[in-house]
Nanobody, 124 residues
């Protein structure tokens, strides 16, 4: 089992920045990739970004490309999401997730472990 705990959410004005963190514990040697998803009220959970443990390869949703950066510190079992130039449409609960599959994956059903989420609110 892997436990994931997110932190760093909050309220920020449009154009501002936030850094989200996700700390993993338990059987952390198992997951190959860790990703971030988000879910706005009344919408489905959507992929944001993913980073693979073995080669640090990353992949981003088009909506955040160029504004968000995902990174990981394997020694600390922590993944980060640096979010810049935030927009009101980025408002959502952000979830950290981990998958034991090697491929770079973007579908929520391909992820095995989930955190509880952290709220990000961007005011206009």
């Amino acid at each position: 089992q892997v436990q994931l705990v997110e932190s760093g959410g909050g309220l920020v004005q449009a154009g501002g920045s936030l850094t989200l963190s996700c700390s993993a514990s338990g059987r952390t040697s198992g997951p190959y990739s860790m990703g971030w998803f988000r879910q706005a009220p009344g919408k489905e959970r959507e992929f944001v970004a993913v980073v693979r443990r073995t080669d640090s390869r990353t992949y981003y949703a088009d909506s955040v490309k160029g504004r968000f950066t995902i990174s990981r510190d394997n020694a600390k079992n922590t993944v980060y999401l640096q979010s810049n130039s935030l927009k009101p449409e980025d408002t959502a609960i952000y979830y950290c997730a981990a998958t034991t599959r090697f491929a770079i994956l973007t579908a929520p059903e391909d992820y095995d472990y989930w955190g509880q989420g952290t709220q990000v609110t961007v005011s206009s």
